[in-house]
């Protein structure tokens, strides 16, 4: 059995995956949503006052990955659409093998003090 952990933001629970969570668990995948710290007030604040990540932005960071998906949805499509987001786990399940990535990643270059840039 696959097994799937949602991690939820700073401004949301694992009472919003509930639905996401089950519709997964009822297509046969173990579904896991760990309670995290939420941080303070003021972060809470500034994350609610911060509201979504414009779309231009959205683009540019995706196009470093190789399958990228454009949904009309509201900034949580777990809670508003849940199906969009059952289908592409199961889709990633079903097509995975080991050590798949979706975005290429970049070795770090690490400074060592005194030595200038790495």
Known sequence: ????????????????????????????????????????????????????IDPGLQRRMASRCTDVREWQSGHSPFVGQPDLIVELVLEVLATRTPHRRSCPTRPIRRRRPGLGAG
């Open 1 to 52: 059995m696959a097994a799937v952990v949602l991690v939820h933001g700073l401004y949301h629970r694992p009472e919003h995956f509930v639905v996401l969570a089950e519709r997964l668990r009822t297509a046969g995948t173990e579904v896991v949503v760990p309670e995290l710290d939420r941080g303070s007030l003021s972060a809470d604040t500034a994350a609610v006052q911060a509201r979504a």
